[in-house]
């Protein structure tokens, strides 16, 4: 059965910093890997999808690593701003069922 | 449509009612998923079509949870006698056939049980 994990649960850092975002994921059969985005109250906004066969992908200040043998992907984001502040979660598809990870809080402190 | 469209965006029924969720998927798309989000966490999967066609329903909490796509476009959620525990988002989401595999989803429909 497949599980995901975010680490860590909650971050705050001062505007521009550049920081990193980690989702580790037990069967590395997986057919994509997607970054979203969720704004309290709101639903999920996709940020970057990487199929399995790609190891990283770019959109804007915003870039995104695959790992598939070690279960892993980090998103990595720089030089921060308030308007970042949002909850990260990233899903695992294998066939046609797509897994959550519980998200990453992220603050960014003007 | 331009996105996934959910109604009704909030919902307040009393312990015992029966509510309905609507998704409307965009003009398309072939697979259409349902998600519940408890405060908090991330989304869990309830249950999965493929046009008309319910896949994969393993995710559905209890007897009570039913899904419908009949006509394989618009999709209702149905929770009959809720309970205070089914208080949570109820998410949609869809991807087409030509398949990128990106999720696409809704703004949710946020429902409180008294």
């Known amino acids: 059965k497949q599980e995901v994990t975010q680490i860590p649960a909650a971050l705050s850092v001062p505007e521009g910093e550049n920081l990193v975002l980690n989702c580790s994921f037990t069967?590395?059969?997986?057919?994509?890997l997607q970054w979203f985005r969720q704004d309290p109250g709101k639903g999920l906004t996709s940020l970057l999808l990487i199929q399995s066969s790609q190891r990283e992908q770019t959109s804007g200040r915003l870039n995104a690593s695959l790992d598939k043998s070690s279960g892993r992907s980090t998103l990595y984001i720089a030089a921060s701003q308030p308007g970042d502040s949002a909850t990260y979660l990233c899903?695992?598809?294998?066939?046609?069922?797509?897994?959550f990870g519980p998200g990453t809080s992220l603050s960014v402190i003007p | 449509g331009a996105g996934v469209s959910q109604s009704p965006r909030y919902k307040v029924a009393k312990r015992g009612q029966d509510v309905a969720l609507r998704c409307d998927p965009i003009s398309g798309h072939v697979s259409l998923f349902w998600y519940q989000q408890a405060l908090g966490q991330g989304p869990e999967f309830l249950t999965y079509f493929q046009n008309e066609a319910q896949l994969d329903k393993s995710g559905l909490p209890s007897d009570r949870f039913f899904a419908e796509r009949p006509e394989g476009s618009v999709s209702t959620l149905k929770i009959q006698r809720t309970q205070q525990e089914d208080s949570a988002v109820y998410l949609c989401?869809?991807?087409?056939?030509?398949?990128?595999?990106?999720?696409?989803f809704g703004e949710g429909s946020r429902l409180t049980v008294l």
């Open positions: 989401a869809t991807k087409g056939g030509a398949d990128t595999g990106e999720l696409f």
């Open positions: 899903a695992v598809r294998n066939h046609d069922k797509v897994i």
């Open positions: 069967d590395s059969a997986i057919y994509n």
